[in-house]
């Protein structure tokens, strides 16, 4: 079983940065593939950026390439999403998602994911 708890939501300008953190319980959590997905009002959830077990590869959606990296650091269980040059349209909730199986083949899909977060609120104003 895994935990995972999201901070780091705000409310910035646009141009401007943030950094989510998503802190995970559990010893295994370094067996774990990870993501971030986003949901905006009325919107279905949509993937963002995925991160391996290793943190060896990693993946990103089209509408955030360049701008977001996402990272790990499994001594601290946390995965991170730093976001920068953010747009009005990265405005959303956004999730932290864990697998327990490998995410290589369908990093994209909120089927992978066995473990979610309550979200985290990030709003860029125009």
């Known amino acids: 079983q895994v935990q995972l708890v999201e901070s780091g939501g705000g409310l910035v300008q646009a141009g401007g940065s943030l950094r989510l953190s998503c802190a995970a319980s559990?010893?295994?959590?370094?067996?774990?593939?990870m993501a971030w997905f986003r949901q905006a009002p009325g919107q279905e959830r949509k993937f963002a950026a995925a991160?391996?077990?290793?943190?060896?590869?990693?993946y990103y959606a089209d509408s955030v390439k360049g701008r977001f990296t996402i990272s790990r650091d499994n001594a601290k269980n946390t995965v991170y999403l730093q976001m920068n040059s953010l747009k009005p349209e990265d405005t959303a909730i956004y999730y932290c998602?864990?697998?327990?199986?490998?995410?290589?083949?369908?990093?994209?899909?909120?089927?992978?994911?066995?473990?979610w977060g309550q979200g985290t609120q990030v709003t860029v104003s125009s």
């Open positions: 998602a864990a697998a327990g199986g490998s995410i290589s083949g369908s990093y994209y899909d909120t089927r992978t994911y066995d473990y």
């Open positions: 559990g010893r295994t959590f370094s067996r774990y593939g």
């Open positions: 991160i391996t077990w290793s943190g060896g590869s990693t």
